[in-house]
């Protein structure tokens, strides 16, 4: 069996490396990839095409350049990375990109994309709640014809048959990662937040029964031994994403242990299952009715504030951290809400901005330092 310290060098290898392990699919299966841009794409009819799904998540960059002619200066940080990117050629391998038009960026998105890659741009009906019935039947409607162009471009034909496996596929791989936050909570001594984050954001590059088989290994070697104590706080962290590395070993270095996550690049892509459905692309519908707490998915009832305050008393968490993309509309609209809801429950939270155009993180560090002492 190999130790924790080896699989983990496997994931981050991994999560460092996607265009290596595009490659090694290709190399394997002959098939190549689709991008999946964030955010609630219904990954499993790629996978029905046997293509490899593969996250668009942006990069850390020093700076952009050649975004800037497309997009204002006050579009989120994610995209204008993602847009830097495309413009550099970083995504010409891909088959096809798919996205869903989710906030008035990504509406952006579909007029600015340059290149070679085709995309696929569908909608997600937003009246989720007051009208679920016509919502199921409209994004029914939305991915069937996301399908339709998915086998005009890859030239294959995708089975009800063939989602509903992976559907099946997906859904284990979502029960294993959350058996592993939940291991790697218990084990907040051992698991430190960039090795969290590797195991996590590897899932957006590797086929998911690959990436399940991996994650049930480094839970066995993980509690092979009894979980030792752990002095330092325990916390929840929030928002789109939570990087680079140098950010999380801030954690670490101020004794601050992840045990829960509300980013929608790690567990809001896989705390819910998609439920059975004789017809699959109306149960990936459905899994989208659903869905809660999440800024893009438009809820009157604003639930994603209790929903962190339940984890909080579940993971017994000291405070809440807040990753707040820059310029990011959707999120940014729901954190007043979030701060009035932390202070009522009496949990101390703490905002830091993620930026993708910037290497150097000293002011984010003196926050998080402060906080830690504070705590
Ligand atoms: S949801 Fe936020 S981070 Fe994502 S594309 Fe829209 S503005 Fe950018």
Redesign the pocket.
């Given at each position: 069996m190999r130790t924790y310290a080896e699989l983990i060098a496997e994931f981050k290898n991994i999560a460092e490396n996607p265009r290596k392990a595009m490659e090694a699919f290709k190399a394997e299966t002959g098939k190549g990839a689709v991008g999946i841009l964030?955010?609630h794409v219904p990954e499993e009819i790629v996978h029905a095409a046997g293509y490899l799904p593969i996250g668009i998540w942006g990069a850390q960059k020093k700076a952009i350049n050649k975004a800037r002619t497309y997009l204002p200066p006050f579009a989120?940080s994610?995209?204008q990375s993602v847009m830097e990117l495309q413009l550099e050629g970083v995504y010409d391998e891909l088959d096809c990109v798919i996205y869903s038009s989710?906030?008035?960026?990504?509406k952006c998105m579909n007029q600015k994309w340059h290149g070679k890659t085709p995309v696929i741009v569908f909608t997600h009906p937003q009246n989720r709640k007051i009208a679920k019935k016509a919502a199921n039947v409209f994004c029914r409607e939305e991915y069937a014809i996301v399908k339709a162009k998915l086998e005009d471009i890859l030239e294959c034909t995708i089975t009800n048959k063939a989602i509903q496996n992976s559907i099946a596929v997906y859904n284990e791989n979502r029960a294993a990662c959350r058996k592993f936050c939940d291991v790697a909570a218990e084990y907040a001594a051992v698991v430190k937040p960039a090795e969290r984050h590797a195991v996590l954001k590897a899932r957006w590059f590797m086929e998911k029964s690959k990436h399940t088989d991996l994650v049930n290994e480094l839970i066995a070697a993980l509690t092979a031994q009894p979980a030792p104590k752990f002095t330092g706080k325990r916390v929840i962290v929030s928002g789109?994403m939570l990087e680079p590395t140098e950010l999380l070993d801030v954690f670490e270095e101020n004794g601050l242990a992840i045990v829960a996550d509300d980013l929608l690049h790690e567990s809001r892509s896989f705390r819910q299952d998609v439920p059975e459905d004789a017809d699959a692309l109306m149960a990936l519908a459905r899994a989208w009715t659903d869905f809660d707490g999440c800024?893009?998915a438009t809820d009157a009832d604003k639930p994603k504030g209790r929903m962190i305050i339940e984890d909080c008393k579940k993971y017994n968490a000291d405070a809440v951290i807040v990753a707040m993309?820059k310029?990011?509309?959707?999120?940014e609209f729901d954190y007043p809400i979030l701060i009035q809801e932390f202070a009522a429950a009496g949990i101390p939270n703490l905002q830091i901005e993620i930026d993708q155009e910037s290497t150097v993180f000293e002011q984010v560090k003196t926050r998080i330092q402060t906080f830690a002492e504070i705590l």
């Open positions: 964030p955010a989120c994610l995209m989710l906030c008035d960026t990504l789109i800024a893009l993309m310029f990011c509309d959707p999120e």
